[in-house]
């Protein structure tokens, strides 16, 4: 999938449900398949009483790759050149995150034009969990 600076413009946003309802299975699913089972997201007992938590979370990756769907269905893998997000707050089971980009500017730059995206996903409450940049080369 290759966008040229017709296919894209300054201003335009895309809006994507991630997740609905995310479930404990998929967060202990990421911890498999990342490596990472820190008990604060898969030992609800630890979360509470050791850590003093409501429950177990989900990773903060786990949240930073969802969102990254809305880049990668837009604009393709291939295209991104860098994607960096901040983590504002925790994803909690049971919650619905809702991404949205938008294109800040796109430059002239040798060989292809690169499209400037913010990126903020939230929860059902409109609370942001994660804000983040990222830029993708266009097709000249």
């Known amino acids: 999938m290759s966008l040229s600076t017709a296919d894209i413009k300054v201003g335009e946003t895309r809006e994507r449900v991630l997740v609905g309802d995310l479930k404990r299975t998929r967060i202990v699913q990421y911890a498999g398949a990342s490596g990472d089972f820190n008990p ?13 938590y409501p429950g177990v979370f989900a990773h903060g990756m786990l949240t930073m790759g969802m969102t990254g769907r809305i880049l990668t269905d837009w604009v393709g893998p291939e295209s ?6 901040r983590f504002k707050a925790q994803v909690w089971p049971g919650d619905t995150l ?43």
């Open 80 to 85: 991104l050149l860098r994607y960096g997000v």
């Open 40 to 52: 604060l997201h898969t030992d609800e007992r630890f979360a509470v009483e050791a850590a003093g």
């Open 98 to 140: 809702t991404a949205t980009a938008t294109v800040e500017s796109i430059d002239d730059t040798p060989g292809a034009p690169v499209a400037h995206f913010t990126l903020r996903t939230v929860n059902q409450h409109g609370v942001e969990v994660v804000t983040g940049t990222a830029a993708a080369r266009l097709e000249p």
